[in-house]
């Protein structure tokens, strides 16, 4: 397998800086971009297995950069925010950025954060043996990493996908925000935990509400009788 390729934009040449140096001494190819169309124009030619995009950027702003990837891609978007665009930070998970980081962030944290992705998206599904889930109404196939509800099948991310199937895995037990965060985004995560209610929201937008339950002040449990 080839190096994984990472695409940086950010229009603070200092975070580029540190941010493409720890990139370079991991291995990872890299492309940088310090504006919106630009950062769009290098997605498009570069096809960065992911992405790390700011939200504010001169030219065409964070949110409509992602809202235009997410027209042609499924790549994994790590979003970069200040601790003042609250607004915006749920705007940019709403429209499909998988995790986000608040400014100021330890490269070292974001390091973390973009091998766990890899890890996660370049595991083969042929890997140990093949799984398929069924209950009620819900069929996961882990091989093809397809789901159907009833006969109908449902188009998920590869996130959701994730998601789902742990869930399943533990049919009827709840599942804290950080066991989710653990088990589906591959680590530990001290901060705002609003990322996983906006992917499961997804989730029962695109599988329906009656499979999800929340338990309140615990978690999330699947349920499919």
């Given at each position: 397998m080839g190096k994984s390729k990472i695409l940086v934009i950010d229009d603070e040449p200092s975070i580029l800086n540190v941010v493409t140096a720890y990139l370079r001494a991991e291995g990872y190819e890299y492309n940088t971009a310090e504006d919106g169309p630009s950062g769009l124009k290098a997605f498009r030619a570069f096809k960065p297995d992911l992405v790390v995009l700011d939200i504010m950027l001169p030219g065409m702003d964070g949110i409509e950069v992602l809202s235009q990837i997410r027209r042609e891609s499924d790549v994994y978007v790590i979003m970069l925010t200040a601790k003042s665009e609250e607004v915006d930070k749920v705007v940019g998970l709403?429209?499909?950025?998988?995790?986000?980081?608040?400014?100021?962030?330890?490269?070292?944290?974001?390091?973390?954060r973009i091998k766990a992705a890899l890890r996660r998206l370049q595991k083969s599904p042929v890997e140990g043996e093949r799984k398929v889930l069924t209950?009620?109404?819900v069929r996961i196939d882990s091989g093809s990493r397809r789901v159907w509800i009833?006969?109908?099948?449902?188009?998920?991310?590869?996130?959701?996908?994730?998601?789902?199937?742990?869930l399943a895995e533990h049919h009827g037990m709840v599942l804290s925000r950080e066991q989710l965060l653990e088990k589906a985004w591959g680590y530990d995560y001290f901060g705002d935990l609003r990322v996983v209610d906006v992917h499961i929201g997804h989730l029962r937008q695109k599988v329906g509400s009656d499979y999800i339950e929340t338990v309140r002040g615990a978690g999330y449990r699947f349920e499919d009788r």
């Open positions: 709403s429209i499909g950025a998988d995790d986000y980081l608040t400014k100021p962030f330890s490269p070292r944290e974001l390091m973390a209950s009620a109404h009833d006969d109908s099948e449902v188009e998920l991310t590869s996130l959701e996908f994730d998601l789902l199937s742990i």
